[in-house]
């Protein structure tokens, strides 16, 4: 039970998030066992943050 519903969280905030995603591009959401725990707001949050990260290309030092 737990399980489906950070599926069903994790579904909804990627489909919020998939424009922002390039074209061609493949992204694996992993659920750690600190998902069953966070709320629907920490899961967007952390995705978000993660996805942000993708769409700004690679940091060069």
């Known amino acids: 039970m737990v399980r ?4 069903r969280r994790l579904k909804a905030v990627c489909a919020e998030f998939l424009d922002t995603v390039p074209e061609g591009t493949d992204v694996v959401i992993r ?13 967007r949050s952390d995705v ?11 940091v060069r030092a």
């Open 31 to 43: 659920a750690l066992p600190a998902s069953a725990s966070a709320d629907f707001a920490d899961l």
């Open 4 to 7: 489906n519903t950070v599926r």
């Open 48 to 58: 978000a943050r993660c996805l942000n990260r993708l769409v700004a290309g690679p």
